[in-house]
């Protein structure tokens, strides 16, 4: 399976952008995609996940409120719609498939390219 992250760009604060995650084969109902982000000279991290069957969602705390994760189930993608956005929102953000729920990279077998997002003050 490959993944395809995309929507990234260089925004003001406050702004929104929308990533999307496509997908080059269907997502089984007991898959997880989730987006992480990694900021320059830190680690990557977990931002938000959605179950492909039960559409399931949960996010970071730093994201609560503001990004909204969905998907499309005849296009085989993830979006996630980001609002408010904040400077520390700043990141490369990747979107991963697993089998089960999880907050740690390893959890996630395949991953996409990254997208980067840049949020000016």
């Known amino acids: 399976v490959q993944l395809q992250a995309s929507g990234g760009g260089l925004v003001q604060a406050g702004a929104s952008l929308r990533l999307s995650c496509a997908a080059s084969?269907?997502?089984?109902?007991?898959?997880?995609v989730a987006w992480f982000r990694q900021a320059p000279g830190k680690e990557r991290d977990f931002v938000s996940a959605i179950r492909w069957g039960r559409g399931s969602t949960y996010y970071a705390d730093s994201v609560k409120g503001r990004f909204t994760i969905s998907r499309d189930n005849a296009e085989n993608t993830v979006y996630l719609q980001m609002n408010s956005l904040k400077s520390e929102d700043t990141a490369i953000y990747y979107c991963?498939?697993?089998?089960?729920?999880?907050?740690?990279?390893?959890?996630?077998?395949?991953w996409g390219q990254g997208t980067q997002v840049t949020v000016s003050s």
């Open positions: 084969a269907r997502f089984f109902s007991s898959s997880v």
């Open positions: 991963a498939r697993g089998s089960s729920l999880a907050y740690a990279l390893a959890e996630y077998k395949y």
